[in-house]
């Protein structure tokens, strides 16, 4: 991969440590963009930037050698964002992002945008329930899958030079189109997410001074930002949906289990989870 200059949208978590790791892969120039000044000077301090772009600023002067720019922000935002950023990119400009949902994202900006720029979708299987720049590191993608979600209408030599940065922060870059991206990410992400919080909001507060770590490591998900999650939720809404009435429908098949006391069927379901979940390792 040959980048010297790259912007990232939105320098927390997951921006934070794309510009972490592209320092550390020798990209010379990281452009943070954002609203908020101070956030982005804390951003600089951290050395995951090495220079500010307030959206109130110039944006054409401070985009005008900008190769990639990376939009981390919440889904909602991602469309509108990359429109504005467009018109003031220089010609050619290459757009991606980090957003859980993909095709509400590439129906919306498949095709050419303003100044020739073009879009690939992105999504790194990295990251926490904690948020904000301080908690970035640059070995986040190590090893982790990075899904490119290409349409039709994708340049290969685009498809190839974002699997190029991706492969360069560490990640293992996993081709997939954009709605099958979201149907799997709701059986594997999304309603994991959802399961956790109707856990935390099912407790008691009359027991909530006796959870030990099975219930804290169980609903950890459920500490993750609520207006991200709404929106990931609303936008991927029919598969969650589906994914999650797929999960009542197993829960429903265990309790029927233990309530039947059939200590032989029981222990097979126990084995076959435990299989599966040994086969997924760490």
């Known amino acids: 991969m040959q980048m010297n200059s790259v912007a990232i949208v939105g320098v927390g978590l997951i921006g934070g440590s794309i510009g972490l790791a592209a320092r550390r892969a020798g990209i010379k120039r990281i452009v943070g963009i954002g609203r908020n000044r101070d956030r982005l ?6 050395d995951a930037i090495t220079d500010i772009l307030c959206l109130s600023d110039n944006l054409s002067a401070g985009l005008a050698e900008v190769e990639l720019i990376v939009v981390c922000t919440p ?13 003031h990119a220089r ?4 757009f991606t992002d980090g957003g859980s949902t993909k095709r509400s994202i590439a129906e919306a900006l498949d ?7 073009r879009f690939v979708g992105s999504h790194p299987l990295a990251g926490s329930e904690k948020t904000g720049v301080d908690h970035a590191r640059a070995e986040l993608f190590e090893g ?4 490119i979600a290409p349409t039709k209408n994708s340049r290969e030599e685009d498809v190839q030079r974002l699997a190029g940065f991706w492969e360069a922060l560490g990640a293992r870059v996993v081709q ?12 594997t ?22 959870t030990g770590t099975g219930f804290g490591d169980t609903s ?7 207006d991200m999650w709404q929106q990931i939720f609303l936008d991927n809404r029919q598969h969650v949906g589906n994914s999650i009435r797929n999960f009542v429908e197993e829960l429903q098949r265990l309790a029927e289990l233990i309530e039947d006391a059939d200590a032989t069927k029981l222990e097979k379901y126990l084995t076959r989870a435990k299989k599966k979940r040994d086969a997924l390792g760490s």
Not at 220 to 226: C, E, K, Q, T, V
């Open 41 to 46: 000077e804390e951003a600089l301090r951290l």
């Open 75 to 87: 889904v909602g935002l991602i469309v509108d964002q990359i429109r504005e950023l467009a018109a």
């Open 91 to 94: 010609p050619g400009t290459l």
């Open 111 to 117: 095709g050419p945008l303003a100044n020739d720029c």
């Open 144 to 147: 982790r899958v990075a899904m």
């Open 176 to 187: 997939i189109a954009p709605d099958e991206h979201d149907r799997a990410m709701a059986a």
């Open 189 to 210: 992400s999304h309603m994991p997410h959802a399961v956790a919080v109707a856990l935390a909001a099912s407790l008691s507060d009359e027991f909530k001074d006796l």
């Open 220 to 226: 950890r998900l459920a500490a993750g930002d609520p």
